[in-house]
């Protein structure tokens, strides 16, 4: 029998879409060629007998159906268990034997059939074919502009060497891991750190190669070779989780470890109660484990399209199998928990100076900033003021802040240790302490030269997820940890809203990894939840990697294995009940299977069902297997 396939009703991102037409039933036979050929055979074999009478012709076409595929998988399951494999393919592997051997053709042909098509769909809902490393290797840095005696040469990143002065252009990539010499800019390591506030550098600071130059012309020291520096780390770390990653046994080899030798016991039996080859034969067709071999394949792939209702894409079977039995899950902070999107907290007006003054010349100024912040500053401000006065003498200061004239006064809006000079940070410090309890990040106000105001920014977290974590308690999940690259106490804020008492902050990318690693050790299935560059490692190393689609990286999105295409993390709960449901119909699906095999051996054992009877009436088992398994699809 053929399954029809039904694709995932939502279209996944360009960046992991199958190639066309692998998801219409003439891709999937265009992939399958050995599931393809036995059908056709079995069919033009069935064609022949009863449709025109020619029973040679008709044993002619599935002899053919035994010997070019038949034989090749028989080979292939010995091959297997030489080397210590053993799998369900065994019964199958002797029943085409035996069906061969015995001349009963039309029986070997229908298990052949059956047994490619479990495999074909078994690929199809397992299969993976991941790009994850070719997207970090195509985002690498490979150019660098080297300073020598006053003079630019430009070379290949990988030359670069410890020592080296380097010259970063706007726009740039950082080529390898430096420390600012001179100028000024601001620069962008979302991706490698997974915070969305744009980093202001000055000569002393230190650059992340990877991370983007945004604005000045930066002068820098090699801090490091290239092959050493931490956009390589993440690249490593990927593809060492991706070799280390244990391959996944098949649920149905797990049941065929017990199922087998009962056959082999039961066929025995047959041979004393009857001294018949066929009564063995009829015993090995009959059990022959087509319904565990279809069972699963078919519920994952019901389970796989039950999550993409949920806007979710499962890229293999593997993942929807493994994500409902869960017990540890850790997320990334920014982007996944919160909204990525930094929002006015506080505005304060220093003594001598009133609120709503304050905000009105720092919002206004700030309508012309190209910076995060600054927008989300003028943005609050319109909403508070309404329409603002536009600012005279605009100069967006870079590393340092902006400042223009606004209703006569001189206003700067910047961090606190580029705007203000030592006397003035010392006077400021109590109020500027606050922020080590809020966890906020702090600009300051400055009006005429004298500080005004302190305006502080911080992420706010996503609608609903108090109500996730809770959902993933009475899941089962037993922990709950954060992992972000953001400041501890900007993080402890956070996940005690969010519901999460585990917080690792300050973290880079291998260190979410060997955190991944560390809950692995203590429970058997880990998720991992991440939207950066920064993340992809983890996702990669966790049991199960699910990255936000709709505002992550793609990175991040070919080295997970379950992909969010709603903006929204909680999602994560359907997913998890559509991996439970799954799991749930696929075992009792395949119990299903091997109970009415079960009793079809007994009766074979005494003669009383032919091999080509049995062949049918396994059919019966698999069509009744594969209805219950399409169950998946249903439910939460």
């Given amino acids: 029998m053929v399954a029809t396939l039904e694709p995932p009703a939502p279209t996944a991102p360009q960046r992991t879409a199958a190639p066309s037409g692998t998801h219409t039933v003439a891709g999937f036979l265009r992939r399958n060629p050995l599931f393809t050929g036995a059908l056709l055979g079995l069919l033009a074999g069935l064609a022949a007998r009863y449709a025109a009478g020619q029973e040679?012709?008709?044993?002619?076409?599935?002899?053919?159906?035994?010997?070019?595929?038949?034989?090749?998988?028989?080979?292939?399951?010995?091959?297997?268990v030489v080397h210590g494999r053993f799998h369900a393919d065994v019964i199958a592997a002797l029943a085409v034997a035996g069906s061969i051997g015995l001349g009963e053709?039309?029986?070997?042909?229908?298990?052949?059939?059956?047994?490619?098509?479990?495999?074909?769909?078994?690929?199809?809902?397992?299969?993976?074919?991941?790009?994850?490393?070719?997207?970090?290797?195509?985002?690498?840095p490979r150019l660098a502009h080297r300073l020598v005696n006053g003079q630019i040469e430009d070379i290949p990143a990988a030359e670069v060497r410890a020592g080296d002065q380097l010259l970063i252009k706007p726009g740039e990539l950082v080529p390898v891991d430096a420390r600012v010499t001179a100028g000024a800019s601001s620069v962008d390591q979302s991706a490698l750190t997974g915070e969305p506030v744009v980093v202001d550098v000055l000569p002393g600071d230190s650059l992340l190669s990877g991370s983007v130059n945004q604005q000045g012309a930066l002068e820098a020291e090699a801090m490091r070779a290239a092959a050493d520096s931490q956009y390589e780390r993440i690249v490593t770390l990927v593809r060492e989780a991706q070799r280390d990653r244990p391959p996944i046994q098949r649920l149905a080899d797990r049941a065929a470890a017990v199922f087998t030798p009962v056959t082999l016991v039961m066929c025995a039996a047959g041979w004393l109660?009857?001294?018949?080859?066929?009564?063995?034969?009829?015993?090995?067709?009959?059990?022959?484990?087509?319904?565990?071999?279809l069972a699963v394949p078919v519920a994952v792939f019901a389970g796989i399209n039950r999550a993409a209702k949920h806007h979710a894409i499962v890229k293999h079977g593997a993942a929807i199998e493994q994500i409902g039995r869960a017990r540890a899950v850790l997320f990334d902070k920014t982007g996944?928990?919160?909204?990525?999107?930094?929002?006015?907290?506080?505005?304060?007006?220093?003594?001598?100076?009133?609120?709503?003054?304050?905000?009105?010349?720092?919002?206004?100024?700030?309508?012309l900033s190209s910076h995060q912040l600054g927008r989300a500053l003028a943005v609050?401000?319109?909403?508070?003021?309404?329409?603002?006065?536009?600012?005279?003498?605009?100069?967006?200061?870079?590393?340092?802040?902006?400042?223009?004239?606004?209703?006569g006064h001189r206003v700067t809006v910047g961090a606190p240790r580029r705007v203000l000079d030592a006397a003035q940070r010392s006077r400021l410090e109590p109020h500027l302490d606050g922020n080590a309890v809020s966890g906020t990040v702090p600009a300051v106000i400055v009006i005429d030269g004298e500080p005004a105001g302190i305006v502080r920014f911080?992420?706010?977290?996503?609608?609903?997820?108090?109500?996730?974590?809770?959902?993933?308690?009475?899941?089962g999940v037993e922990?709950?940890?954060?992992?972000?690259?953001?400041?501890?106490?900007?993080?402890?804020?956070?996940?005690?809203?969010?519901?999460?008492?585990?917080?690792?902050?300050?973290?880079?990318?291998?260190?979410?990894?060997?955190?991944?690693?560390?809950?692995?050790?203590?429970?058997?299935?880990?998720?991992?939840?991440?939207?950066?560059?920064?993340?992809?490692?983890?996702?990669?190393?966790?049991?199960?990697?699910?990255?936000?689609?709709?505002?992550?990286?793609?990175?991040?999105?070919?080295?997970?294995?379950?992909?969010?295409?709603?903006?929204?993390?909680?999602t994560l709960v359907d997913v998890m009940r559509a991996g439970r449901r799954m799991r749930r119909i696929a075992l009792q699906s395949a119990g299903l299977g091997i109970g009415l095999s079960s009793a079809l051996m007994v009766i074979a054992v005494f003669g009383l069902i032919p091999p080509t009877t049995g062949a049918l009436l396994q059919e019966v088992i698999d069509i009744t297997v594969v209805l219950n398994a399409l169950r998946a699809r249903g439910g939460a």
């Fill in 458 to 475: 911080s992420d706010r977290l996503r609608p609903g997820v108090p109500a996730m974590t809770a959902e993933l308690h009475r899941l």
């Fill in 56 to 80: 040679q012709v008709a044993d002619g076409a599935w002899l053919a159906v035994l010997l070019l595929v038949g034989l090749p998988l028989v080979a292939r399951t010995l091959r297997e």
């Fill in 479 to 570: 922990r709950l940890v954060m992992l972000t690259g953001d400041s501890f106490p900007a993080a402890t804020a956070i996940a005690t809203e969010a519901g999460i008492e585990d917080v690792r902050a300050e973290l880079l990318p291998p260190d979410k990894v060997a955190a991944v690693r560390e809950m692995k050790e203590r429970y058997d299935y880990v998720i991992m939840a991440g939207d950066g560059t920064n993340d992809a490692p983890a996702l990669a190393t966790a049991t199960v990697g699910v990255a936000m689609g709709a505002r992550g990286t793609g990175i991040s999105a070919e080295a997970a294995d379950v992909v969010l295409l709603k903006d929204d993390i909680t």
């Fill in 380 to 407: 609050h401000g319109l909403e508070q003021l309404g329409p603002l006065p536009v600012p005279e003498d605009f100069e967006e200061m870079t590393g340092s802040g902006v400042q223009g004239t606004v209703d």
């Fill in 105 to 140: 053709y039309l029986a070997g042909a229908v298990i052949v059939v059956m047994q490619t098509s479990g495999e074909a769909l078994e690929r199809y809902a397992f299969g993976r074919a991941s790009g994850a490393l070719d997207q970090l290797m195509a985002r690498a």
């Fill in 336 to 367: 996944t928990l919160t909204l990525g999107n930094p929002e006015v907290t506080s505005v304060t007006a220093l003594e001598g100076y009133h609120a709503r003054t304050v905000l009105r010349l720092a919002a206004a100024v700030e309508q």
């Fill in 273 to 293: 109660v009857t001294g018949e080859a066929t009564t063995v034969l009829s015993v090995l067709v009959v059990a022959t484990p087509c319904p565990l071999i």
